[in-house]
């Protein structure tokens, strides 16, 4: 194991050493995209002769993939439904659909999904997602969210329920098999999904179920978050009574909140699995013999191979490492550090990573002032495993150029392509979700990944929510779905494989519309493929599909002009080619007879409007086509959070409705509200319009009398008296230790101004103040 502080060390040597819009969408109108882009990428930078290309695109929030033994594509998305597609050219196929169960919330949703690797004799396939039910209740589900609707909410008090960052909706997590039957073109769910596992148990919507795989040794493997409320410093005192088994302020001795990581410790009652990396059977989901709990008789002690994490989000295991495989953890961090944790299945103990004493390389500053037992045992046993490898949530890594700011490690996997140089087989991968970027960690001599050899592999990675291995055994990536300006959007999400080209490479065609793609009949368009670009600069020629026919015979030359006649839609493709056998196709579509995109009027909110944390805002819009048919109109609201300057986004709420209701979200500041409305007609033209709005702030400042000794607020250690913007009626968490010196003065902790316990929470109020830890000499 390696020491915490050599973990930092060696994340400063390696900082040291370096110190269009999509085919036939309508014309954007003025207002469209007005909000300040998330920063990205215009075009993903690779290293020489890799390039990337999108193997499945249009899909909805994809979050999972598995390929089966003929080259089937099976894709789980985060509202809970799957869909396979036989060849990547092929239809889709629905496979099932889970959405009303699922509750699919901020982080929560459907985010694991594997084959039986007997497929297809055994014809099983394994999900684990957010379950809309509460853990032991007879209560039936949904217990939230409402049958036929995708995105779920969390009633808020105002409506009676108990809000999503207030007391949190409980709900927990579920493993299931599903046993296939073919059907044309795919498979579909034959009966009802058999329930596995159903633990997990989630407070807040983050840190929920994560990856599901079967590893090397022939089980299954499954993790899953703490479910505590991802800003403040969680013990189980938030909501209290109302999760089971939650203690109060004065009760630290029990595991609610983020301690739940810590349950497999704590005795007394049964374990959970929040927090952990699971192994079972792939037929009973018992833990397997060879668990380093196999012999307790909790069974999910005999299930656990490691906890102590907060958001195992992903893990792979390394090639080659057999029935014990080496498995690789990326764990989603809090204040500072995203964090790869590393481990065998084999040991005398699970391994035990520390969250929520420990972050990265060191004590976590929000945890360590409140003197809870779990975590002063922790400390001083020193039996917590270190990160292998933890990475700081602001700066660059290897002097790549990706947006810096903020961090969430969201793939890992290990280079297995026989086509890739030698340097990248079997190096590890992973990638980041705010970050945008994908790396690659080199080699040791005896083929182990090696932290100190960390480089960009991928800068401008499209959301990337997972890293996996192709049939072929090239890297592939899914992408979640975002607009070109950041925007979290339907049918934006897509699979994306990374090539080595060592001969000629493809060219990459580009079509974009000179004049609108719709209009009166005969409709007159000039289309533009100059666009088209290649990696050798070989000069290109164009060949054009104008009738919609599949023959590419209708004109030549990267600028076209074309008059189609009639009123129904026509696809029209370019052909583009490099003269050394490399071709590239792009498309759109041309709606003759329409006269035009429908006209979005926003009744509300007011562009001007500053909200707070859970006041309501209401969203209202009208929307009018040209044409006289029906429009669709669809609300996307995301929260996007831009520390140093930097955003990324954190979807919050979907509905197809003229008006709907948003509530101020919880989150570090600055942040704000990307609201986009967008107005659908039968043709598929549609009109956006989107902004942003600003949170009403307020400055607060922390300090000690006497003056000069360190506190923790939101979970960071200040070391003297600190002036933060908060957004108000955010739940700041304020912890001042319990004993300090200051030279060789003794201070013992005896008030806050605010008549706070010693460790509390602080709603920000509308008004600047300052609040103030009084010590007395001891």
């Known amino acids: 194991m390696l020491h915490r502080g050599l973990v930092l060390a060696l994340v400063s040597s390696v900082l040291a050493v370096l110190g269009v819009t999509a085919p036939g969408a309508a014309a954007p109108s003025a207002e469209r995209r007005a909000a300040p882009r998330v920063e990205r990428h215009a075009e993903p930078v690779l290293p020489d002769r890799f390039q990337e290309e999108v193997v499945l695109g249009g899909l909805d929030e994809p979050t999972a993939v598995d390929f089966g033994p003929d080259g089937e594509i099976f894709v789980a998305s985060k509202s809970g439904v799957v869909q396979v597609w036989a060849t990547p050219e092929a239809e889709r196929v629905e496979v099932v659909d889970l959405s009303t169960e699922t509750h699919n919330l901020y982080d929560r949703g459907m985010l694991g999904l594997a084959l039986d690797p007997g497929f297809p004799a055994r014809p099983y396939l394994y999900l684990l997602h957010a379950y809309d039910h509460i853990l032991g209740s007879d209560l039936p589900t949904p217990q939230w969210g409402v049958p036929g609707v995708p995105y779920d909410e969390c009633p808020d008090p105002e409506d009676g329920g108990p809000g999503a960052e207030d007391m949190g909706c409980l709900a927990s997590g579920r493993l299931v098999r599903l046993a296939l039957a073919e059907v044309p073109g795919g498979w579909r769910a034959a009966g009802e999904p058999e329930v596995m596992l159903e633990d997990w148990c989630m407070q807040y919507p983050s840190h929920a179920t994560g990856s599901l795989h079967v590893g090397p040794d022939g089980d299954l493997w499954a993790s899953g978050g703490e479910g505590a409320h991802y800003l403040e410093v969680d013990h189980g005192q938030l909501g209290a009574p109302f999760w089971p088994g939650a203690n109060a302020c004065d009760d630290p001795a029990r595991e609610g909140g983020s301690l739940r990581a810590q349950d497999v410790r704590a005795g007394g009652d049964p374990t959970g699995l929040s927090g952990t990396v699971v192994r079972i059977d792939l037929d009973t989901a018992e833990g397997v013999p060879g668990n380093p709990l196999a012999g307790r008789d909790g069974a999910n002690e005999r299930r656990i191979v490691a906890y102590g994490m907060r958001n195992p989000f992903r893990f792979a295991f390394r090639p080659g490492t057999g029935a014990d495989p080496e498995v690789y953890v990326g764990d989603v961090g809090q204040g500072g550090w995203e964090e790869i944790d590393r481990f065998r299945p084999s040991g005398r103990q699970p391994e035990n990573f520390g969250w929520p004493c420990y972050e990265g390389p060191d004590r976590n500053a929000g945890f360590d002032p409140l003197d809870l037992p779990l975590c002063e045992s922790l400390y001083k046993a020193r039996t917590a495993s270190e990160p292998f490898f933890a990475y700081p949530r602001t700066g660059a890594l290897a002097g790549e150029t990706c947006p810096t700011g903020s961090a969430s490690i969201s793939g890992l996997q290990f280079g297995a392509s026989r086509s890739y140089p030698a340097a990248y087989r079997g190096a590890l991968f992973f990638s980041d979700y705010s970050r945008q970027c994908v790396w690659v960690m080199g080699k040791k001599a005896d083929g182990s990944p090696d932290p100190r050899r960390v480089r960009p592999f991928l800068q401008g990675a499209a959301s990337p929510v997972d890293l996996l291995t192709g049939p072929e055994g090239d890297l592939y990536y899914l992408s979640l779905g975002v607009d070109e300006q950041g925007y979290p959007s339907a049918g934006a999400g897509s699979l994306r494989r ?214 923790s607020v939101a979970g960071v250690r200040h070391r003297r008296t600190w002036t933060g913007t908060f957004i108000v009626g955010s739940r700041i968490t304020l912890t001042a230790p319990r004993r300090q010196r200051r030279g060789r003065t003794a201070y013992a902790f005896a008030r806050w101004s605010d008549g706070g316990s010693r460790s509390h929470t602080l709603v920000a109020p509308g008004r600047t103040r300052t609040l103030t830890a009084v010590y007395r000499r001891r």
């Open 498 to 711: 990374i090539r080595y080209v060592a001969g000629n490479r493809a060219p990459v065609a580009r079509l974009v519309p000179r004049t609108p793609t719709w209009g009166p009949t005969p409709l007159e368009a000039v289309l533009d493929a100059s666009g088209s670009s290649d990696a050798e600069g070989d000069d290109l020629t164009y060949r054009w599909d104008l009738d919609g026919d599949g023959g590419f015979d209708d004109a030549e030359g990267p600028e076209v002009r074309t008059t189609v006649t009639g009123t129904d839609d026509v696809t029209v493709r370019v052909r583009v080619a490099d003269g050394g056998g490399g071709e590239d196709e792009a498309a759109l579509v041309l709606h003759p007879g329409d006269a035009g995109p429908p006209v979005v009027s926003i009744a509300s909110p007011a562009r001007d409007l500053r909200w707070s944390v859970g006041e309501a805002i209401d969203l209202s819009a009208t929307a009018v086509d040209p044409d006289g048919t029906d429009t669709t109109v669809t609300w996307s609201v995301a929260l996007a959070h831009c520390p140093n300057d930097t955003c990324h986004t954190h979807p919050l709420q979907t509905a197809v409705a003229d008006g709907t209701t948003v509530r101020g979200p919880d989150h570090e500041h600055p942040s704000y509200l990307l609201v986009s409305v967008t107005a659908t007609d039968a043709r598929g033209l549609s009109t956006a319009e989107s902004y942003r709005l600003e949170p009403r702030t307020v400055r607060l400042r922390f300090r000690t009398r006497p003056g000069g000794l360190p506190l």
